[in-house]
């Protein structure tokens, strides 16, 4: 394996591992597009990513720490980590959800996060009832003065929204792509109704149909322990990775005549538009290793 | 006395314990053990009770358990006053102790590569991929076999607990990119299991087949 020379991929920060996890005794071998790296924890608490192998053997990478993760750059980023108001606040709970190893594009990871379709089908009786199913109308924008895609007034029922439910609640969504390989939501948590829960799903990608998953929460619950929001994390993930795992191809295609999209799929729709002009290729059909 | 499952959602071993007391519709405790991400089995109150750090664990009364399939053979033993779960008869009783024990050997390589797949985790086996094919073409075998005569099931004409102990792996075969499409035998097998009162499913096993 060596690194993809797409430099709209190497141009951004991605998640490499969680921050608990790696100590001065336990550091990290993995791989980012395509390149193996080491994650290290130093005595003085900070860390480090080096590239091991290939051209570049050696070489330090850029590495800083946010929201319970390591970051990395092999590039040079025209921004920093994207701002999150909400793991600030004093009475939220930021949960690391530990790791899901996917066969498939981050891409492919995202665009599953965005779709609201799929609720009732494969979160049966959690996410969605098989007897509301509709998707109803939202709007889906790129936003160009932050740079990110946006999906608003998504309206959703859900029989069990959060790990803190005691019923159903018609969730109401937002969807945030701050990254080509990394998106949020927030949703209406069910213990305070005027606030917003927020769900992360950052995705390494290991190789172009390989990542990791790392979900993140930043949740407004006064009563469950963080065994039982990972827990309710990991069951809904489980279930997409199987969906994840049975796309194919494994890449996400970028032309639009390549899958047939409906009414619910605009945000889709639109976050596809966005890697198109940013001229990101890895994890897509249509790249080619240079 | 009630029963208490440390359990975690996410492993097949918890979920074949979970499946039989919900098929007996018996509640129990469940007590979450932080694992897949977390070193909870490790914490020294959970190691003095069990020193091998296995999950699920079962505890009723005096009794604790750290081996699924002989949680299996306790629950059926206690608790399943029509005496079909664990049959009697000694030819059906000798059939469940022998895919019993092949639920607790190589069986269990299906749930190495499936942890393997998606945390990561180091296996057990060299290939154990490989060997949870191989599993696989045995049970398929063997239920073609007893269709033969006629027979559904792993060990009787009626589920036992070797049909539970098996169940998981092969209910669980996509998390590691193996289809039924091979194993239509096996399918036919996992439609009944489906059927019975009480079951329940986990992440990873289908609503509906």
């Known amino acids: 394996m060596t690194m993809t020379k797409d430099m709209a991929a190497l141009n951004d920060w991605y998640v490499v591992g969680i921050s608990a996890d790696v100590r001065p005794a336990a550091p990290r071998c993995t791989r980012l597009l395509g390149q193996d790296i080491l994650v290290t924890r130093k005595d003085d608490g900070t860390v480090a ?20 993760f390591i970051w990395t750059t092999f590039g040079a980023p025209n921004r920093g980590i994207f701002p999150l108001a909400e793991a600030f606040e004093p009475d939220r709970r930021v949960v690391t959800c530990g790791t899901v190893d996917v066969g498939a594009s981050g891409l492919r990871l995202v665009e599953n996060f965005l779709d609201m379709a799929h609720f009732p089908f494969v979160h049966t009786d959690i996410l969605g009832a098989l007897d509301k199913p509709e998707v109803e109308q939202y709007q889906a924008e790129i936003r160009a003065d932050v740079d990110e895609v946006w999906a608003t007034n998504c309206r959703f029922w859900q029989p069990l929204a959060a790990a803190a439910s005691k019923g159903g609640q018609m969730s109401h969504y937002v969807y945030r792509v701050v990254t080509p390989f990394n998106v949020l939501l927030y ?104 | 006395m009630a029963i208490i499952l440390y359990n975690h959602d996410l492993l097949a071993d918890a979920y074949k314990v979970r499946l039989l007391l919900s098929l007996l519709g018996m509640d129990f405790e469940r007590r979450t053990v932080g694992i897949l991400p977390g070193k909870g089995n490790d914490a020294p109150h959970y190691r003095e009770i069990n020193p091998a750090g296995t999950v699920p664990m079962l505890v009723e009364g005096d009794i604790v358990l750290t081996r699924p399939e002989a949680m299996l053979v306790h629950i059926a033993e206690r608790h399943d006053k029509g005496g079909r779960w664990l049959p009697a008869d000694p030819v059906a009783r000798a059939h469940v102790f022998e895919w019993l024990a092949f639920a607790a050997g190589e069986l269990t390589a299906t ?99």
Not at chain 1, 234 to 249: A, G, H, S, Y
Request: proline share 6%.
């Open chain 1, 187 to 290: 949703k209406t948590c069910p213990e305070a109704p005027d606030r917003f829960d927020v769900i992360a799903l950052f995705s390494q990608p290991v190789e172009a149909d390989r990542s990791i998953a790392y979900p993140l929460m930043v949740v407004v619950d006064s009563i469950s322990t963080d065994e039982d929001i990972v827990m309710f994390q990991q069951k809904i993930f489980l279930q997409d990775r199987i969906i994840l795992e049975n796309q194919r191809p494994r890449t996400l295609p970028l032309d639009p005549r390549a899958e047939i999209p409906t009414r619910a799929d605009l945000s889709s729709v639109a976050y596809r538009r966005w890697l198109k002009t940013k001229a990101l290729r890895y994890g897509s059909y249509e790249y080619e290793e240079a």
């Open chain 2, 111 to 209: 749930e190495a590569a499936r942890l393997q797949a998606m945390f990561g985790l180091a296996p057990s086996f060299a290939d154990a991929f490989a060997v949870a094919r191989t599993a696989f073409r045995l049970i398929e075998g063997h239920l073609v076999r007893r269709s033969l005569d006629g027979l559904t099931f792993i060990a009787a004409d009626y589920p036992t607990i070797a049909d539970i102990a098996i169940f998981p792996a092969v209910a669980l075969a996509a998390d590691i990119g193996i289809g039924m499409e091979e194993f239509p035998r096996l399918l036919i097998w996992a439609r009944q299991i489906h059927a019975l009162p009480g079951f329940v499913t986990m992440p990873g096993v289908r609503e509906v087949i």
């Open chain 1, 49 to 68: 990513v080096t590239l091991e192998g290939g051209d570049e053997d050696g070489r330090a990478a850029r590495a800083e720490e946010h929201y319970g």
